[in-house]
DNA sequence: CATGAATGAGATTTCATTCAT
DNA sequence: TATGAATGAAATCTCATTCAT
């Protein structure tokens, strides 16, 4: 069996990695990160990793102690990523419309350009998020995420432009979905309906679909 | 490793299914549904699913030639059953808003109910939908799902209801979206939340989200 | 490294053991003492003993769960065939000298005649008994043996032939004490004393020097 | 597997052992005797021990050449330290059965306060005395020990205190079994008696009657 | 139709030892 | 002298699949 699983051409070792800790350490979580997302957890080859990351595989259990560490390591590593890129966004100083497009707009390119992220999760909730629960790290990433939204949403409120009464998170989670779904779906959706939705074009359209969708829903004062 | 396998006591085998080869193979699909949600496909196990349904291995293969082809078998079965379903909701008796709202609320139930449908649909995009394409059965299935939704769009426009030039596609992806996303990726988000959004009411409350946000978008005349 | 290790050739895989479960599980179990108490327990190796046994290897794991399991299995096994041998002694027949006499050189023998047994204990006590604590079936094995030292000591007393207060478990350790140590350290003791302590004329005086021995502890009256 | 394998946290490496030759090898050879000893010789591993002694694994290679290196200087060392021990006892000084007296207690003490001297006999043993055939240096260790006890013999023999035609070596192999057994198969023992033999008031009850048995040995003239 | 013992290939992990710095 | 990253070989264990009955 197994007919499914990725494979990649061997990277060419670049300078073989001799005696470089950091660099070893940043290839194969690199190369871990794109196998896991790849074929998710179990149909990850610890080999594979190796093969990608131009290393000897014991070289991953020295780092990373077990497949499973491994794991926690590109999890981490992802979440950070984001979150980080998130509160760069400086959205207090927009008026909460046009932070409300830009966030929007965030998420949805965010999710294009790093499948992996969207990989990673998908992955990490058929695990039952078993992972992430054990990492304290990751789970103190987001309070600030949803107090950008909160402050937005009140002064939104404030303002008269936005509806009142809107939870944070449920927004959020709706804002994500709206993008995470057309992303991480791609593949049967494409299917299903014949259509390309992996085209540039598509993709924009898309976005502005969402920020339609959301900016509909908050700017209207009465509930449907 | 396989630290996060799921398992599962061994299914009471009702009387011993010898002889029954319809319920034979009933029982190694459910059992097979089981598991490869539970797991993954590389993660499912192929004595497990033997195990679960109570019949020996060496049946599965007698009725499904390999692993991947009784995965296949597990996709068509789940696959039809949620469109067949949706043919059902006969929505042309209603006027547009209340079919949109019964789709709405009909396509989120079901995520509720059909854990497995979604894991399905999330292991198979890993796949990028490799057995889906090869499927001809499941791709015929959804001429009927869009067809439904542009009679409702027309109709609502038609009737100065809804706003014009809805993509029904892009409609019911977002539709889709904002439910699936919620269940999928329930337990990264009640992690990072610190929310049990498992919870009963919790649910019954992102249904009349959901259904806010789509009706509220349908509902407006002018883009914002 | 591992330059110790005992290799042994590969057992002419008798009649091909096909379809024949029972067979094939004491071909492991024997395969397993063998390899087990030549090399210990991090010394023995998975392979080996599957090829001793002149199985699949996978067999080890199917019957045995894993290698613990296998040493657990051994470990049992070999506790129970000398404390079934010494309860078929029937020592309440003859008199108390007699019976010590038989029970001390039956001890003796049974150290000859069984290595594997001697290598086994030395074993267990370097992983500190921890799988025998496990093993319920093996504690439970002893009682009949203290009861049968006990009996013979109340006799000989009781007949002014034994001294009085002997402690049953103390005596049966010396009993084994005097034998044991010879056997399981006859290597290094041939060589500081170089002298081949292995020669059967050289077994049997041991055997007369530790029923003199122990006979004569018990015979005097008054402690020296 | 390995679920048996003793570990230890690391010895605040003092004062990080640099530039002290004599000091490093020291620490190694500490090391390597208490993990060898815990763990057999195919079980202690090479970074256990570095990490022990505090010191870089390289250096085990330095100093040692290889593993078995290693492992035949922890035996030497050993070795050495229980004859010259023995030799200090000057028990040319006391009459006979005290002499014996002493020869019996400090061999039963001596086993209870270096239990690595067992564990590397039970080692030794298990390699059928490869390395210390290979070593000159103990074989010729052993000549004063006996020489010791033959003087002993004689003149208790002489005195009529002992009876004759006792075998030194024979003698020696029983005072050391009785000591022997009992501390090296301590847990095994314990387990199927139930009783705890490491208690101190049992230790000293078992030294009492190590002396019993050997001394009303020898003291008897006539054989039993 | 049904069983479950058996297999071979390959997965993860371990370990003594060497090498560049 | 000292470091610890790096290695290759080999160990334990897993898994889809087949085969004798």
Redesign the pocket.
């Known amino acids: 069996?197994?007919?499914s699983?990725v494979k990649t051409t061997v990277k060419a070792r670049t300078a073989?990695?001799?005696?470089?800790?950091e660099?070893?350490?940043a290839a194969i979580l690199r190369a871990a990160t794109a196998e896991i997302t790849a074929n998710g957890l179990?149909g990850?080859?610890?080999?594979?990793?190796?093969e990608r990351a131009g290393?000897?595989?014991?070289?991953?259990?020295?780092?990373f102690?077990?497949?499973?560490g491994?794991y926690l390591a590109v999890l981490e590593h992802t979440y950070a990523a984001i979150r980080s890129a998130e509160t760069a966004l400086n959205l207090e100083k927009l008026d909460p419309a046009d932070g409300m497009r830009k966030l929007v707009l965030f998420t949805w390119q965010y999710f294009i350009d790093h499948p992996e992220f969207l990989s990673l999760l998908v992955t990490e909730n058929m695990n039952r998020a078993a992972y992430l629960k054990k990492s304290k790290q990751i789970r103190n990433l987001h309070g600030p995420l949803v107090g950008m939204i909160e402050v937005l949403l009140k002064r939104g409120a404030a303002g008269k432009l936005f509806r009142t009464g809107v939870d944070p998170i449920e927004l959020y989670i709706s804002i994500a979905a709206l993008g995470f779904f057309y992303m991480s779906n791609r593949h049967t959706l494409s299917t299903i309906f014949g259509e390309k939705l992996n085209a540039p074009e598509r993709l924009e359209k898309r976005g502005e679909h969402i920020v339609d969708v959301i900016l509909t829903y908050l700017k209207v004062s009465e509930k449907a």
Chains 1, 2, 3, 4 share one sequence.
């Open positions: 069996m197994e007919g699983r073989s990695l001799t005696r470089d800790p660099r070893t350490r179990s990850a080859r610890v080999d594979a990793i190796a290393v000897n595989k014991r070289m991953l259990y020295h780092y102690g077990d497949k499973q491994l």
